[in-house]
């Protein structure tokens, strides 16, 4: 195995996933901080395996050999909610039992010395930041599209990840809104410094998101 | 830890369940010392062919094992098909939950009432439309090929395969689904029938199988409903287990093996009937067709849906009314007087009893959605699923005649020197309760969208944390429903109880079926008004809590 | 027998301590009376009858009372049940300490546990109560449908064949078997017999072969392939000829006693009958049937018989089942009984060498109209032997069956 690099960001080393002994995907790639790298392909070209094994979902099925290093550390053994690894899907999947404040605290991890009021003030801020404000208390049943994908990547952004994780987050939402959301998205994670892995078949999709692009399949 | 529930699980049932077998098995093969059958032979199957009527009532145990399943999810397909959105189906979908707690022999003798010659609905037209000043000589109830008893249970498998339905259809987002077909010109019926239903008989499919086997195999309506020379098979067994001669013990066995068989041949050609379903269905799929008989369908499935409610309902009030009846003679459509006594006779006795059944039936539920929910959560989180395969052993209970498995699972506990009582009983219940309460929950849970425990992962909620706080939540509704399953099987146990109890432990539903055996319309329908009370506050607190618990929350309740 | 009863009270006394190491020999009968109070007797017994369930209750307060023994009456809808459960107790090898204390039995289901040494004794006729009844008039007390009851069972009730029917629709009914036929033939579908090998069913064909058969003492040997069509000929004929106006044309028939009396109060059937004399006036009080039902036997008598209390081989409470027993015999629990208001079950007790205290309790009871005065029930004809039960049962099934 190679020694861990220094650098920091998102890198996959000798990924290789296969399915019954054919390979579906074989990939090297770095991404640094705020940079996005977007993949695209058809359908079934393996785009969602790629973040299942990034992100710990990897159907047992699959067989999966490589590195995943995020900030230098090799993270493809620790279990999915100790990766550090943020996912945003194609439907906002907001929590249906949990109203829209819930859904963002659901995500703040809990510091030391952060308290209950701490946390709260923290979700306020962040839904008066996206033009929610006020929203805390609504069931998310009751918001717009725009509205729950504002709210899903508040609740992202919210739960402090190292990377994140886009998987064609932007196809179900209506054409007069997707421009906003993806301009929101981008900005928001390069304001992080975050890496980013864009999954998508969408070309305007990796064109907003202005990285390199890989085509899989 | 959870990695070994479906081990502790089939561990915990397979002795029971295996007992159970054991004890049908080697009696129908000559074996039960107690009696002298020291030996095997195959007396018992010369004898049991010998029986007469033993063609008649394996024919008609098998058509009402196939037509009842087939009717009642016609029923209630069509029903789902046609009514969504309107005010009556709303109102049917309110009314049928609580009438699915009708226990099946109140359900029975309600329905008997209803249609017998001189039930209520005949005096309703008497005298002065038909003539009759006494009951005319017609055979309705226990006709000899069993439509009456079929009817009754179409009448109690509509209202549980509908809420089985309506428990599995949100995930499927219906809506979504026929605006789509919509769009494309499709009529409600056929775009509910072309798009909503291949996805939702994949969800049911369980407690249809439960329904078959049920319908093949049922006792306490067949008794009530069924035909009597011959009978079903189900209740010739029971009769040839109580013959006062312990030699029929012998044949009663192999009976009980033979019905085994028949409940699973039924089992078997339902299932070619779904592949057979399946080539044709797509060729229907793809032909295109838009729905040209779509309102009468629509009606259809709604008028059905009623006629199921109101048999159930008005069966219901002939109960009672002849619970607090004095002296009541055909033709007159109300008693001459009215009376407590039937109730103040009961009342001493109602408490304990009502009090021991709602305890058993709360333990027994609350052990087996454990147990259930252990299994599928570790189901759903990992590859090795280590005693998965033998879960199927959980259905056993469900096939194998009660009469024959418990009198193994007396002989069992025997032999282990388990005192018969109270927590024998639970346990006892436990075996019946958990195939339920998993067929009820296993497939809302499967298909839940994996991507909402995703979510939470990735928002750094760790297994456990998903587990309680995401999926739990999400599933309250069909965990609820479950609950409300089990609590009602567990209720509507009568053999388990008087036989892991050795008859000490008295419940709502032992009173009940003793006092039944004297045949007083009047009792009956104290006890099985008194019996339905439980049932109906599981149901009750099923259907009402999430709407409680969720009013705020739109996305928990888009039902339908 | 003396030495496995000995054995059987041993094993018993051992795990329940020296308070019931005594034994159950009912010769020492105070000893038994010690041992019993403390026990609680698990009494199975049917429970589909409100007022035998409060009759029931009543016995048990009275025990707790005067002896101190508690009675837990277990309620069966079939006495399969607890035959059932004494079975599976043996298979199991629980050979003490048994859940059945006490079942109300009798016939083919005595004979069958007898058979098969499911049941404990000889016990019933050293209770101090056996006395009051009178063997040598009543043989019935210790035979059970001939079987000679040996003392493995204590006899508790008498029930005979009677009929009932409504008086105001049917001022004279027919009091012959033929003219039961001729009656039915004139009104079709308003008579029925339950199915057998219900007990009422076949009590039924019993009543209608011992007045058919030619020779009636056959009867009252053990049925013979050989001979059993010969003397039944005469049965099926009169059956044959009865099917098609009965009630449903014979092709349903009612499961039991229960639904037969239903049929009538429903007034689908105009004539019924029971084994249980008091029925009748019993559910003319409970609403059921109208107060205008009458009850009448057969001019040349009708099937009776006794029924009883067992205790079965491996029972944990025997000596406290045996204080119940006794006491379910004595003048004042047998009176009870008898009265229609409560239970209605004729003594087995000779109520005319009971001292005038005792039976003046009898003296006091009112029958009611429907109940028929002891007078009128007429000659009561012993039970064929038991094997002609099972084989008419049989023979029932196979000519009529899915027809």
């Known amino acids: 195995m190679a020694a861990p690099p220094t650098t920091g960001g998102l890198a996959l080393r000798g990924v290789r996933i296969g399915l019954r002994g054919t390979t ?10 705020g940079e996005v790298l977007t993949v695209m392909g058809r359908s079934g070209a393996g785009k969602s395996t790629l973040l299942a094994y990034i992100a710990g979902f990897l159907d047992p099925a699959f067989s999966a050999a490589g590195e995943v290093l995020l900030d230098g550390a090799a993270i493809q053994l620790l279990p999915a909610q100790a990766r550090g690894v943020g996912l945003l899907f194609q439907d906002p999947l907001l929590f249906p039992h949990l109203s829209v404040g819930g859904n963002l605290l659901f995500g703040m991890p809990r510091q030391a010395g952060a308290g209950r009021s701490v946390r709260w003030a923290m979700m306020l801020a962040a839904l008066d930041s996206a033009g929610l404000a006020g929203f805390e208390a609504r069931d998310p049943a009751t918001l717009s599209g725009g509205q729950k994908a504002r709210a899903a990547l508040l609740r992202l952004m919210l739960s402090r990840p190292r990377a994140v994780l ?8 209506d054409a007069t809104l997707r421009d906003d959301i993806r301009t929101l998205v981008f900005g928001q994670i390069r304001r992080a410094g975050l890496p980013c892995l864009l999954v998508t078949h969408d070309a305007e999709d990796a064109a907003s998101a202005g990285g390199t692009v890989i085509e899989l399949g | 830890m959870l990695r070994l529930a479906p081990i502790v699980a089939v561990a915990v049932l397979a002795g029971p369940v295996l007992a159970g077998l054991a004890g049908v098995l080697l009696p129908a093969f000559g074996y039960l010392p107690a009696l002298g059958g020291e030996g095997l032979s195959l007396l018992a199957w010369r004898q049991l062919v010998a029986q007469p009527g033993l063609a008649q009532s394996v024919a008609v145990s098998l058509a009402s094992g196939l037509l009842v399943p087939l009717v009642a999810l016609g029923i209630v397909f069509l029903f789902l098909a046609g009514g969504s959105g309107t005010r009556l189906f709303a109102l049917i979908r309110g009314a049928m939950s609580p009438l699915l707690a009708v226990p099946h022999a109140a ?11 001189s039930g209520l609905l005949a005096r309703l037209a008497s005298p002065w439309l038909t003539g009759w000043l006494r009951p005319p000589d017609l055979l309705i109830v226990q006709d000899p090929a069993g439509l009456a008893m079929m009817l009754g249970l179409v009448v109690k498998e509509v209202p549980f395969l509908l809420l089985m339905s309506l428990a599995a259809l949100p995930q499927l987002r219906p809506q979504a689904r026929l605006a789509l077909a919509g769009s494309l010109g499709y009529r409600p019926v056929a775009a509910w029938f072309k798009t909503v239903a291949p996805g939702l008989y994949p969800l049911v499919r369980l407690p249809v199988f439960a329904a078959i086997a049920y319908a093949s195999s049922v006792v306490d309506v067949a008794l009530i409903l069924g035909p009597s020379n011959p009978p079903t098979l189900s209740v010739a067994v029971l009769r040839w287990f109580n013959d006062p001669d312990l030699s029929y013990r012998f044949v009663a066995s192999a009976g009980a093996v033979l019905q085994i068989g028949v409940t699973m041949a039924a089992l078997a050609l339902w299932w070619g009937g779904e592949l057979l379903l399946a080539a044709l269905g797509r060729a229907w799929l793809e032909g295109g067709g838009r729905g040209r008989i779509d309102h009468a369908l629509a009606w259809c499935g709604q008028g059905a849906m009623l006629l199921a409610g109101s048999a159930l309902l008005f069966g219901l009030v002939g109960l009672a009314v002849n619970s607090v009846a004095g002296f009541w003679r055909f033709p007159h459509l109300l008693p001459e007087h009215f009376t407590a006594r039937h109730w103040l006779a009961a009342a001493p006795n109602l ?3 009502l009090g021991t059944a709602l305890l058993i039936a709360g333990l027994a539920t609350v052990l087996s959605l454990a147990v259930v929910l252990a299994v599928l959560e570790n189901e759903t989180r990992g590859a090795r699923r280590p005693g998965q395969a033998a879960l199927w052993l959980l259905y056993l209970p469900l096939i194998v005649p009660q009469v024959a498995f418990l009198s193994g699972l007396a002989i069992g506990t025997g032999m282990l020197s388990l005192r018969p009582g109270f927590w024998l009983v639970v346990a006892g219940h436990v075996v019946f309760v958990l195939p339920y309460v998993f067929l009820s929950l296993s497939e809302p849970y499967r298909r839940l969208d994996p991507r909402w425990v995703m979510a939470a992962r990735t928002l750094g909620a760790g297994p456990d944390r998903a587990f309680w706080t995401v999926r739990l939540p999400m599933l309250s509704t069909p965990c609820l429903t479950a609950a409300a399953v089990g609590m009602a099987v567990s209720i509507g146990q009568y053999l388990a109880t008087q036989v892991l109890g050795a008859g000490r432990v008295a419940t709502v539903t032992t009173e009940a079926v003793a006092l039944a055996s004297g045949g007083n319309r009047r009792v009956i329908g104290v006890w099985a008004l008194a019996q339905a009370v439980l049932p109906a506050l599981g149901f009750g607190v099923a259907l009402l809590a999430p709407r409680l618990v969720w009013r705020q929350r739109r996305g928990m309740r888009s039902l339908g | 027998m003396l030495t496995r009863r000995t054995t059987l009270a041993a094993l018993l006394a051992l795990p329940l301590g020296p308070a019931l190491a005594v034994p159950a020999d009912p010769t020492h009968w105070p000893a038994i009376a010690a041992a019993a109070r403390g026990q609680t007797v698990y009494w199975n017994a049917w429970a589909g009858e409100t007022r035998i369930n409060a009759y029931i209750a009543w016995a048990g307060r009275e025990m707790e009372r005067r002896f101190g023994v508690r009675v837990v009456h277990v309620k069966l809808s079939d006495t399969a049940e607890a035959v059932a459960r004494v079975v599976a107790e043996k298979a199991a090898g629980t050979l003490s300490g048994g859940a059945v204390d006490l079942i109300w039995i009798n016939g083919a289901n005595f004979a069958s546990m007898r058979r098969n040494g499911l ?8 209770l101090p109560n056996f006395a009051l009844t009178d063997p040598a008039d009543h043989p019935e007390v210790r035979q059970d449908f001939t079987v000679p009851t040996d003392g493995y069972e204590a006899p508790w009730g008498r029930a005979q064949l009677v009929f009932f029917y409504d008086s105001a629709t049917l001022p004279t009914p027919p009091r012959t078997v033929p003219a039961l036929a001729a009656w039915a033939h004139a009104h079709p579908g308003r008579f029925t017999y ?38 039944t000929a005469p049965l099926w004929a009169y059956l044959d000829d009865l099917r098609p106006v009965l009630w449903r044309k014979g092709r349903v028939f009612p499961a039991n006693s229960a639904e037969l009396r239903r049929l009538v109060a429903d007034n689908e059937t105009t004539i019924g009958f029971s084994f249980d004399p008091a029925s009748a006036q019993a559910a003319i009080a409970a609403g059921e049937l109208p107060a205008s039902v009458r009850s009448f036997v ?9 029924n009883f209390l067992a205790i079965p081989f491996n029972a944990a409470h025997r000596q406290g089942a045996m204080v119940l027993a006794n006491f379910l015999l004595s003048p004042a629990a047998q009176a009870r009984k008898q009265d229609p208001a409560v239970m209605g079950s004729a003594t087995v007790l000779a109520v005319d060498k009971l001292p005038p205290a005792d039976r003046a309790l009898f003296d006091r009871i009112d029958l009611g ?30 000519r009529y069956t899915g027809t």
Not at chain 3, 196 to 218: E, H, I, N, S
Not at chain 3, 298 to 306: D, F, K
Not at chain 3, 374 to 398: D, K, V
């Open chain 1, 24 to 33: 579906l995907i074989d990939i090297d790639a770095a991404i640094a901080p």
């Open chain 1, 166 to 173: 886009l998987d064609e987050p932007f196809s179900a939402l």
């Open chain 2, 107 to 117: 359900a029975a003798f309600g329905l008997a009432f209803l249609i017998a010659p």
């Open chain 2, 351 to 353: 408490a304990g009893p």
């Open chain 3, 119 to 126: 049941l404990f004794g000889p016990w019933a006729e050293r």
């Open chain 3, 194 to 231: 339950p199915l057998p090998p219900d007990f009422l069913g076949t009590t039924f064909l019993k009543q209608l072969l011992l007045d058919l058969v030619a020779d009636r003492g056959a009867l009252y040997r053990p049925v013979q392939d050989a001979t059993f069509a010969g003397y």
């Open chain 3, 298 to 306: 057969l001019a040349g008598g009708t099937v009776g018989n006794v």
């Open chain 3, 369 to 398: 109209p429907a109940t028929p005065r002891p007078q009128q029930l007429g000659r009561l004809i012993p039970e064929p032997h038991p094997s002609w039960m099972g084989q008419l049962a049989t023979a029932w099934a196979q």
